[in-house]
């Protein structure tokens, strides 16, 4: 039934959770595991965009990429033990548009996502990940509160 199940983490508490479901999901149905992080380019946000010095901006991106790596480490840690198949993915770009095109991509059947992510403002303009994947996925959206 949920032979290939992606689940989008960024370090907040939501995704752990929905990482911990994925986990639980794929030893049921003996599925594999594909663990996307997507960052987001300080460069590529548009909110509230100041005009900001060139250097600024490659410095913040390559914190950003640091940051996605040590999330994904996190993510391994989490899933030891684990007997079934896992994947680690790291994107760039918006979120909910990569996980939607990864989902196809990868030939998933199922996404678990966290009902909340780390990303507070753009949320608050813009409306969640979360919402916009269960909106436009053309398999099931497991939302992990």
Do not use: H
Not at 53 to 63: G, L, P, T
Not at 64 to 82: C, H, P, V
Not at 105 to 120: E, F, M, N, P, T
Request: proline share 2%; glycine share 8%; hydrophobic share 45%.
């Amino acid at each position: 039934m949920f032979q290939k199940i992606l689940t989008p983490v960024d370090g907040s508490e939501s995704s752990w959770k929905a990482l911990a479901a994925a986990r639980v999901l794929a030893e049921r149905f003996g599925g594999e595991i594909l663990v996307l992080t997507v960052d987001v380019p300080y460069s590529g946000i548009s909110l509230l965009q100041a005009a900001l010095d060139r250097s600024i901006i490659e410095r913040s991106d390559e914190e950003i990429e640091k940051a996605g790596d040590a999330i994904l480490d996190m993510a391994r840690t989490k899933l030891q033990g684990f007997k079934g198949k896992v994947s680690f993915d790291k994107e760039t770009g918006n979120a909910a548009e990569t996980i939607l095109d990864i989902a196809v991509a990868a030939k998933c059947d199922a996404v678990v996502i966290g009902s909340r992510g780390l990303s507070g403002v753009e949320e608050f303009f813009l409306g969640s990940v979360s919402s916009k994947v269960s909106q436009y996925a053309d398999v099931p959206v497991f939302i992990i509160k």
